[in-house]
T-cell receptor, first 116, second 112 residues
Framework: ETGVTQSPTHLIKTRGQQVTLRCSSQSGHNTVSWYQQALGQGPQFIFQYYREEENGRGNFPPRFSGLQFPNYSSELNVNALELDDSALYLC???????????????FGEGSRLTVL | DAKTTQPPSMDCAEGRAANLPCNHSTISGNEYVYWYRQIHSQGPQYIIHGLKNNETNEMASLIITEDRKSSTLILPHATLRDTAVYYCIVRVFNNAGNMLTFGGGTRLMVKP
């Protein structure tokens, strides 16, 4: 149990649709990051939010966007879904932006998205 | 980020020590070595991290070579529940402080 919860756990969408995935961070954690994990591969960093602002982004197009709310819960939005967007989407929270003293990220169980 | 190289798979007998190697020959002086594992269908779980010195916690030990170009994660008494994909990550601290660059990892199979 990491205290990070994600919803929904599974969902199916069709190409061109939009999807919103949700994450509730561990209590006291003000930083959330999102990762995409395609089948058989390691997770890839999408972006990070700190105090409601994006402050780091991986190699993902603008149709991947996010929000972080004052209670530190978070959303990942993906527009114009493509077949390659099928993946496990992981949310991770931490108590800081990731300075040298930061030890670990706490990952949720993920939301598995299938795009048909 | 420095890249890491890990064997794609390893087997270990239950109750024996599992030694998982990782090469990170381009690591820079201020980069930490982190290990995470991912049990099937779950999110990654933090195991241990280190900079220069060997580290031990309740889950594992981390041995880092003196030149820091490689490391070994040791699970002292592997159990069936340790079957997972183990990721060795060299972590950069920057504005995207929580960007972990995962490679392919090592799929550890613990056998009875």
């Amino acid at each position: 149990e990491t205290g990070v919860t994600q919803s929904p756990t599974h969902l199916i969408k069709t190409r061109g649709q939009q999807v919103t995935l949700r994450c509730s961070s561990q209590s006291g954690h003000n930083t959330v990051s999102w990762y995409q994990q395609a089948l058989g591969q390691g997770p890839q960093f999408i972006f990070q939010y700190y105090r409601e602002e994006e402050n780091g982004r991986g190699n993902f197009p603008p149709r991947f966007s996010g929000l972080q709310f004052p209670n530190y819960s978070s959303e990942l939005n993906v527009n114009a879904l493509e077949l390659d967007d099928s993946a496990l989407y992981l949310c991770a929270s931490s108590p800081s932006r990731g300075g040298a003293s930061d030890r670990e990220l706490f990952f949720g169980e993920g939301s598995r998205l299938t795009v048909l | 980020d420095a890249k890491t190289t890990q064997p794609p798979s390893m087997d270990c007998a239950e109750g024996r020590a599992a030694n998982l190697p990782c090469n990170h020959s381009t690591i820079s002086g201020n980069e930490y070595v982190y290990w995470y594992r991912q049990i099937h269908s779950q999110g990654p779980q933090y195991i241990i991290h280190g900079l220069k010195n060997n580290e031990t916690n309740e889950m594992a030990s981390l041995i880092i070579t003196e030149d820091r170009k490689s490391s070994t994660l040791i699970l002292p008494h592997a159990t069936l529940r340790d079957t997972a994909v183990y990721y060795c990550i060299v972590r950069v601290f920057n504005n995207a402080g929580n960007m972990l660059t995962f490679g392919g990892g090592t799929r550890l199979m613990v056998k009875p």
